[in-house]
């Protein structure tokens, strides 16, 4: 979702910042993803971060997978959690 979340209903009542500080709400793709890889980080061990990623790869497909894994790599890079 390029264009944020224009038209959707929850903008008014669950707003959110992503990291590019674009403002969704809390039901949309873009913030599943970014709350999503936020917790794979924090994760404890690079073994575990690969195999959840594997997981998602499995489940949702490789471009899901590819997806989350750039975001983790992004926010670990950052350092912006
Ligand atoms: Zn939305």
Do not use: F, N
């Not at 404890?44 to 590819?66: I, N, P, S």
């Amino acid at each position: 979702m390029a264009d944020g979340c224009l038209g959707c209903l929850y903008i008014e009542t669950a707003p959110v910042t992503l990291r590019d500080g674009r403002v969704v709400c809390s039901s949309c793709e873009d913030w599943r993803l970014e709350t999503e890889a936020r917790m794979v980080v924090k994760m404890e061990g690079k073994a575990a971060r690969a195999e959840y990623l594997q997981g998602v790869e499995k489940q949702r497909g490789k471009a899901a997978g590819d997806l989350l894994r750039d975001e983790v790599r992004e926010q670990w890079k950052t350092g912006k959690l």
